[in-house]
């Protein structure tokens, strides 16, 4: 069936230090990706969103980059803070599906040494 | 907090039993879905509702089902539960049918024992 698969099960960064979290989806018809970040004992939480007719998107301190010829995506964080520490999930869904299911990926735990 | 709320947060009930998890949605919002997320199993889409009716089914089990109600709020109803049922439930909501946006619950912590 349709996976949206992350790299990486754990990346360890130093306080700092930019991070790197990477993303594969299967689906070539999925349209919207969403990176959701999940603290421990709560639920995921948006992080950002990109659409297939871009390949980079930047929020505060983060950029999410779409490689649609590779089905890659990617959340990059700047100066990443021990408060990024987390469990980040990317989705991704079609538009056009007339639904609004979320396919995830597995997450990757991001852990912030000091 | 995202709005949503999700009660109980935790539940522990045996096997074979019956339980209702349910969900408020943010004000405002007309779809509400809900996810399962266990160790294994990662976050499954399990059914989304929107406005009162149901609009996509994902990996949902036949002694699972849900409903939302007229005035939004939603009810996941598990039956007949085994053990490998015990996960996390989230419901998230957003504004419109096709979601740019989804705002998730704290979830419910099932476990069966």
């Known amino acids: 069936g349709e996976s949206v698969g992350l790299h990486l099960p754990t990346l360890s960064v130093q306080e700092g230090d930019n991070s790197i979290i990477n993303c594969a989806y299967s689906n070539s018809a999925s349209d919207y990706f969403i990176w959701y970040k999940q603290e421990s004992g709560k639920g995921p939480q948006f992080i950002i969103d990109i659409r297939s007719n871009m390949d980079k998107r930047q929020g505060q301190r983060v950029t999410v980059l779409l490689n649609k010829t590779v089905k890659h995506l990617s959340l990059q964080i700047a100066a990443t803070q021990p408060g990024d520490s987390a469990v980040y999930f990317c989705a991704e869904t079609q538009l056009s599906g007339n639904t609004g299911k979320l396919i995830f990926g597995q997450g990757t735990t991001l852990q912030v040494k000091p | 907090d995202s709005g949503v709320t999700q009660t109980p947060k935790h539940l522990i009930t045996a096997t074979g039993q019956r339980v209702t998890l349910r969900c408020s949605p943010r004000?405002?919002?007309?779809?509400v879905y809900w996810y399962q997320q266990s160790l294994d199993q990662g976050l499954q889409f399990l059914i989304q509702y929107y406005n009162g009716e149901e609009r996509a089914k994902g990996n949902i089990l036949e002694r699972f089902s849900a409903q939302q109600f007229p005035d939004l709020h939603s009810e996941l109803n598990l039956s007949s539960l085994e053990l490998g049922d015990s996960a996390l439930y989230f419901c998230?909501?957003?504004?419109?049918?096709?979601?740019?946006?989804?705002?998730f619950g704290q979830g419910t912590r099932l476990t069966v024992v």
């Open positions: 998230a909501s957003s504004v419109g049918l096709v979601r740019s946006e989804a705002f």
């Open positions: 004000s405002g919002d007309l779809s």
